[in-house]
């Protein structure tokens, strides 16, 4: 499906269906008030009411604004697919609204069909988003930035995905460097000869009963003059079998997102060197595999990390922390960044404490929390802050090594991973750094506002958002 941004009346616009957003309020003053009441239609957030025979569309909406507009358009736009109709318009409403219309049609409209052997056919061909605002060019820029921005999301919805027996740490470093290839990026795949002469003994140890090479991706965007130097790093497990500490089945069916973190960053880089972004990103990517086998690590092993702590492994399902006390090590040896923000599928432990549609953010600097929830809610992506405190801290105790990878005692389990992760956070990037634990929002089995079946792409927009707006 095309779609164009056209500066125009709306009456000028030839299409099948026009798409109207009614709230409770409007509807008795509405034109087809009749037709819509004998529909039972209530305009409730996120129905729609297809008037097939005027070609109407009716979508309901609590407000005019943004977050409600984006998902109001993803169900006008799963309408339209289901309809065999060719081609609808919109009128936009105002220019605050325009990236939320782009992201709710393109996001909402996401289908994975990649493993179908019938491809769902839609004859929905052209989508016209049409204003007759004075100030066009400022929409044309804010439609092709959003449109670059949930395609991006879409890139990373792919990924995620992507079948394990499809993507596995070797295969992720293949479309790392296809990526690189078509956005100019550079990258550095690090094999695990590489790893371990880098003495990457934590991330070495989870990916060992893999029959895949574990790898550390390493992509960077260089604008010349940029603003900010900023590291991403990303969980890269592509299958998270819990390893000895074996995930129940029922828990096991869908830890093919375990790589999400991972996809985030690759889309945002993506995004990033399209939206031309005066800043200079680096992405650091942890793959790899968590799986059983004779030579699999055990509860019990102590494992000695790049930075030289010590872990005691007491539960090899913690293991997303092990690879990320690594990369993190890593990243922060090759770049001196003015920000570090990791995205990771870190804990079922946040998901219980925030709920599915919330990410959890953790660090130390209260302004850098303050300015990524306000990128958060500008982008229409619900983050909150879980609070870093000392007493949690003392749960990752070893009696034998520098730290336990699980804490002691299960409540706060997502805030003492971030605490887990803050050990191997350098002094002088403390400030400089945020964890973004998306275990809740990267991937859905049931869609909510403009996520459909499977991955999200959470961590993209709000990203982007925040990247935008550096000075
Ligand atoms: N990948 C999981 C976390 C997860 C759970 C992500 C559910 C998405 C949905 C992670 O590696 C894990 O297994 N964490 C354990 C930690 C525990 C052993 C301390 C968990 O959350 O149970
Ligand atoms: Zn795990
Ligand atoms: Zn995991």
Redesign the pocket.
Known sequence: MDIKLLETELNEVVADVNVVFVKKDELEACEHAAILQKAGFMAEQDTTCFLYEKGVLVCGVDSKKSDDIRSAASAAIKALKASNFQSAKIEILSKSVLGALVEGVVLGGYEFNDYKSEQKKSTLESLFLVSSDLDFTKLEEIFTSSLIIANATNFTRDIVNKAPQEINPQTLSHVASNLAKENNLECIVLQEDDLAKENMGAMLAVGRASVHGSTLIHLAYKPQNAKKVITLVGKG?TY?S?GLSLKQPTSMVT?K??KAGACAVLGILKAVSELKLDVEVHGFIGAVENMVGGNAYKPDDVLVSRSKTTIEVR?T????RLVLADVLDYAQDKVHADYIFDFA?????C?IALGQYTTGLMGHSHKLKHDISRAGSDAGEMISSLPFNRHLKKLLKSEIADISN?ASKPYG?AITAGLFLDKFIREENKNKWMHFDI?GTAYTETPWDCNVYGGTGAGVRLMCEFLRDIK
């Open positions: 497990l998270d819990g830890m997102m375990d539960n399902d913690a293991e997303g599928t870190l804990t079922g432990a998901m699980t389990g275990a």
